[in-house]
C-alpha cells in the first residue's frame, strides 16, 4: 500500500483507556502528572513518614511549639484565695478577735469569711507554721498563749539583728535616701491615732521593712519581719496588750528616728534606736 494513503487513527483511539473524556487544560498543567496525564505514585522521598507509636519526635517536632489545651492553664483561684483567708486570720489575730487559748474549726471560720473549709484549713496550716496557732486533732486549731516572757525574748532577739545594722545604715547611707522614708513614718503616725491595732502592726512592719532593706540583704529583711510579726501577736489576759496611747507613742519614735537619721546625728539615733526595741512589742 502507499504509505500517503495512510489514514491516522482518530483521537479517540488513541486516548489511554480510563483517561476521562473531557480534560481540562489544568489537569494538563498539574504538577505532579506525568504525560498521560496520571498522577505518579509516591516514592519513598515523597511518601509521608508514619510515626512509630513509641518512636521519639525528630527535631523539628520538638522545636515546634505545644498547643496548650483548657486543662492545662494554671489554676490560681484557689492559692488567691488561701492567701486572702491568711492574711485575713493574721489581721484577726493581731486585733484580738481570735483569742489566745480559744480553739476554732475550719468550717466555723469558713463560714464567717464565706469560703469553704478547705483554704481556711490551709491558711490556718500556714499560721501553724508560724508558731500563731496548734493543731487540735478532729477538732481545729487553738490558738498560743504567750505571755510577756515570750514577748521579751522576742524584742530581745529582733535587738541583736536590727540595732546594729540600723546604726551602720546611719553611718553610710545619705540623708536623702532617709528623707524618702518620711511617708512611711507619718503613716504610722495615722494608723496608730485610727486605734487598730491590726492597722497600725501593719504600717509598723512596713516601716521597719523599709529601713532594713537599704542593707540589700533579702534575707534579714525575711527573717526580722517574722520576728516582728510575731511580737505584735496579742498575750494571755485580754485581746488587746496594748492601747491608742501605746501605740501613738511608738509611731512617735519612728518619726524622731528618721529625722535623727535625716540630720545624721549618731548619738540620737543609737539611743533611739535601742529605747525603741527596749519597748518594743
Known sequence: MNPGNVRPAPADETRPAGRPENTGPADRARPGADAGGARPAHT?????????????????????????SEAARPVVQRASVRGQIVDALRTALVAGELAPGEVYSAPALGERFGVSATPVREAMQQLALEGAVEVVPN???????????????????????EVPVM????????????????????????????????????????????????????????????????????????????????????????????EALIAEDLAVVQALVREHFTGAS
Open 44 to 68: 519513598e522521598e515523597t511518601r509521608p513518614a508514619v510515626r512509630e507509636p513509641n518512636a521519639r519526635p525528630t527535631h523539628a517536632e520538638e522545636a515546634r511549639p505545644a498547643v496548650r
Open 139 to 161: 477538732r481545729g486549731f487553738r490558738v498560743i498563749e504567750r505571755g510577756t516572757r515570750e514577748l521579751a525574748e522576742l524584742a530581745e532577739i529582733r535587738g541583736l539583728i
Open 167 to 258: 546604726l551602720r545604715l546611719a553611718r553610710t547611707v545619705p540623708a536623702a535616701r532617709w528623707a524618702e522614708l518620711r511617708p512611711l513614718a507619718e503613716a504610722t503616725v495615722r494608723a496608730a491615732s485610727s486605734g487598730c491595732r491590726a492597722t497600725y502592726a501593719e504600717s509598723d512592719r512596713s516601716f521597719h521593712r523599709a529601713v532594713l532593706a537599704l542593707a540589700g540583704n533579702a534575707q534579714l529583711v525575711r527573717i526580722a519581719d517574722d520576728l516582728h510579726r510575731r511580737a505584735q501577736w496579742p498575750l494571755v489576759g485580754g485581746p488587746v496588750s496594748r492601747g491608742r496611747a501605746d501605740l501613738v507613742a511608738d509611731a512617735a519614735e519612728h518619726t524622731a528616728l528618721l
